[in-house]
């Protein structure tokens, strides 16, 4: 007869307690999973606590945990900056967005194909100020986007709605061009690069609609030749891909 207990914790929240006998699931907490014996895909960093009842007794529970802060920095990626965007329209400047620069964003995406990234204190050390809160970080899905803008209202205005707006960010993107850093949990360099409005750096994004949009994500942020003016005036800004674009991983709220 074994009993194996297994619980994943995150922080202080408990996520996933699995109990089974003889292969038989049993008083198990009603958020549990159902363990296949494939490997765990773990979202968010997380803490994993573990025990084998054999016989008559508990052994010492096994403790481990798991950092994906390293996941993090290997798949998170700026896709797109909206450094200067396009003077107001005459409806933009009677809505009160008479500011240009009112309509910047930065995008960013996760280049995985398989695993969602958990956000949490993922920060802008340089270029713009913005930090996402452990306490309500977006996890991002595979493949999935997010978009940082300046002024929600006037990029709702501007593009409408249904995009993939997470939050707002503090200061400006120079429209001369300056030095972009990302960091992760435990400060660590995600990216870190520095964009030019003059060439050989594409020169449409500096203020003729165009944003500026980067070809190879696994290619050299620095190298002028991997940016690209994107085709469409005023960039390409993602759309949400569901109502709820981003989710718990576990599903715990």
Known sequence: MKEIETMWKNRARSIIS????????????????????????LGQ??????????????????????????????????????????SPSDSEIAAGFDDQDEFEFIELMNTSEELTLDLSNVQFVDGIEFEFSADDAPSLEPQEYLLLVY????????????????????????????????????????????????????????????????????????????WRASAEIDGDPALASEPSTFIDVWGIY
Not at 173 to 180: H, Q, Y
Request: hydrophobic content about 35%.
């Open 18 to 41: 699995i109990s089974f006998f003889s292969g038989v699931l049993m008083l198990v907490n009603p958020g549990a999973l159902v363990y296949s014996g494939d490997s765990v895909v």
């Open 45 to 86: 960093s997380a803490q994993e606590m573990a025990r084998v009842y054999s016989g008559d007794e508990w052994p010492t529970l096994a403790e481990a945990a798991f950092d994906v802060s390293s996941t993090v920095s290997q798949y998170l990626r700026i896709t797109e900056i909206h450094y200067h965007p396009s």
């Open 151 to 226: 002024n929600k209202s006037a990029f709702e205005f501007r593009y409408g709605e249904g995009y993939a707006v997470y939050g707002e960010y503090s200061g400006h993107l120079s429209n001369g061009g300056e030095k972009i850093g990302l960091a992760d949990a435990d400060g660590n360099t995600i990216l870190e690069f520095e964009y030019d409005d003059a060439d050989p750096w594409p020169e449409e994004p500096d203020g003729d609609g165009p944003s500026l949009q980067v070809i190879d994500v696994n290619g050299d942020y620095d190298d002028p030749t991997n």
